[in-house]
C-alpha cells in the first residue's frame, strides 16, 4: 500500500511569508502528527490530528497551526516566516491513538524548509 | 516530561564489526521505547520498539535492543555491520498526552560503518 506523501518535498521561502505544507496518509490512518527536524533542536512534535480535531500540541508558538480533513489529510501552516523555522517537516500517521497503535506510526519522506 | 538521552553523538565503526549504539531514558513509569534510523533526505523508519513481554526485542536488518527497566535504558546492537547501515538512528519514548501518546525523540546517533 502507499506509504504517507508529503508535498513539497523542498520549499524555499523569505522571511515574513507564511507556508502551507501537506501530509497524506495511509490509506485507512485516521491519526496524523508532525514533528519539527533541526539539528540544534533535534525532533520535537508540533501537533497531532485525530478525526479532523486537534488532539496534542507541542510547545511552539501561535504561528504553528494545523488542519485535517475529512479523508484524514492535514496540512500544516506556518505564518510569518523566520530563519530559524528552517527544518525538515516530518508528517507521521497511525491507525489510531492509543499506544499500541503506534506501532503502525509510519513517516513521511518529510518537506524540507528553507527560510531565507 | 520524559526525556532520552543518546550517549553518542557519532560512532565510526568498521564493516562486519559489531555495534552498540547507546540511549538512556528518564521515565520510572511504564514505557514504550522505540528506535528509529534516517536514511539521507529520508524520513524515519521503524526498525524496532518495546511495548511489553520479553526485554531483548529483534527488529529489521539484523538489529536488536535490550529493554533494561533498572538501568532505563535501550540499547541497540547489531553483531556485523554493513556499510549500507550507515545512517542516523533515533531513540524514542512514547509520552502520554492528552489522552494519546507523543513520541519523545533523543538527538540521535550518526552511524559510519567504513569499509
Given at each position: 500500500k502507499a506509504g504517507v506523501t508529503q508535498t513539497p518535498r523542498y520549499l524555499i521561502k523569505t522571511r515574513g511569508q507564511q507556508v502551507t505544507l501537506s501530509c497524506s496518509p495511509i490509506s485507512g490512518h485516521r491519526s496524523v502528527s508532525w514533528y519539527q527536524q533541526t539539528p540544534g533542536q533535534g525532533l520535537q512534535f508540533l501537533f497531532e490530528y485525530f478525526s479532523e480535531t486537534q488532539r496534542n500540541k507541542g510547545n511552539?508558538?501561535?504561528r504553528f497551526s494545523g488542519r485535517q480533513f475529512s479523508n484524514s489529510r492535514s496540512e500544516m501552516n506556518v505564518s510569518?516566516?523566520?530563519?530559524?523555522?528552517?527544518a525538515l517537516y516530518l508528517c507521521a500517521s497511525s491507525f489510531?491513538?492509543?499506544?499500541?497503535?503506534?506501532?503502525?506510526y509510519t513517516f513521511g519522506s518529510g518537506t524540507r524548509l528553507t527560510v531565507v | 516530561a520524559q526525556s532520552v538521552t543518546q550517549l553518542d553523538s557519532q560512532v565510526p565503526v568498521f564493516e562486519e564489526a559489531p555495534v552498540e549504539l547507546r540511549c538512556n531514558y528518564s521515565s520510572s513509569v511504564s514505557v514504550y521505547l522505540f528506535w528509529y534510523v534516517q536514511y539521507p533526505n529520508q524520513g524515519l523508519q521503524l526498525l524496532l520498539k518495546y511495548?511489553?513481554?520479553?526485554?531483548l526485542v529483534k527488529g529489521i536488518n539484523g538489529f536488536e535492543a535490550e529493554f533494561n527497566k533498572s538501568q532505563t535504558s535501550f540499547h541497540l546492537r547489531k553483531p556485523s555491520v554493513h556499510i549500507s547501515d550507515t545512517a542516523e538512528y533515533f531513540c524514542a519514548v512514547s509520552e502520554p498526552q492528552g489522552g494519546s501518546e507523543k513520541l519523545v525523540f533523543g538527538k540521535g546517533t550518526k552511524l559510519t560503518v567504513n569499509p
Open positions: 511552539f508558538p501561535g510569518t516566516l523566520e530563519l530559524g523555522d528552517s489510531g491513538l492509543r499506544a499500541r497503535e503506534i506501532r503502525g | 511495548l511489553s513481554g520479553s526485554t
